[in-house]
């Protein structure tokens, strides 16, 4: 023989609540006192029922929401490693470019700039590019459009970690001046400086976060 173990819904514990209280009232006007007991008790069983159901929901979403932040700490995690990674290997390279100078003046080698541009190109830390006075500035012996020059690669890691770390100096400043505006009487002018200023900083700490100020 199978058993079937169905969950019984919300609906069908209302109704059997309500049955229950019927047949209570029917049996208490037949004085018949075991019959009361048992519909008391299923009201009972019901009202318990109804209780952990509600906090079996109410535990489940927590459940669901607390995944949800585990999946989001994931991902930010993910993200940070890989952020750490291109940082470790943009300032790897740098430092294998400081070191190789270091040894060489050290050992009294001669390196002049050609010697260093070839370097930093061969490191990855200069590229070059077609010469044009108007990007490059005016450099004597180049001629525009025929010859090259060196320029320093572009490091998106560690431009990115200073600029969020900027962001975070003004943020904390604006957080200080919010301190600040809620001593103040409110309406004041004073009060209405200080809160213009708030705002100025926290638009400000989003222009460093996209690169928009220096």
Wanted: charged letters at 25%; one cysteine or more; proline letters at 1%.
């Amino acid at each position: 023989m199978q058993t079937i173990n169905n969950r019984m819904t919300e609906n069908q514990i209302a109704d059997l609540f309500s049955l229950a209280v019927q047949l209570q009232v029917k049996a208490e006007e037949s004085d018949d006192r075991d019959t009361a007991i048992l519909a008391y008790s299923i009201q009972n069983a019901c009202s318990n029922l109804t209780e952990s159901r509600r906090e079996f929901l109410a535990a489940d979403a927590t459940i669901h929401n607390l995944e949800l932040k585990l999946t989001d700490m994931a991902v930010q995690l993910a993200n940070a490693e890989s952020k750490c990674r291109e940082l470790a290997a943009e300032n790897g390279v740098k430092q294998e470019f400081i070191k190789t100078c270091f040894r060489a003046a050290a050992d009294g080698v001669s390196m002049d700039g050609d010697d260093i541009q070839k370097l930093g190109e061969r490191l990855g830390l200069f590229g070059r590019e077609t010469y044009q006075p108007v990007l490059h500035g005016y450099i004597c012996g180049h001629e525009a459009g025929e010859d090259t020059v060196y320029v320093m690669k572009k490091t998106p890691a560690t431009d990115a970690l200073l600029a969020e770390m900027r962001a975070q100096g003004v943020e904390e400043f604006a957080t200080e001046l919010g301190n600040v505006y809620q001593q103040l009487r409110s309406g004041s002018h004073h009060a209405h400086a200080i809160k213009s200023a708030v705002f100025r900083a926290v638009e400000f700490a989003a222009q460093l976060r996209k690169g928009g100020a220096a």
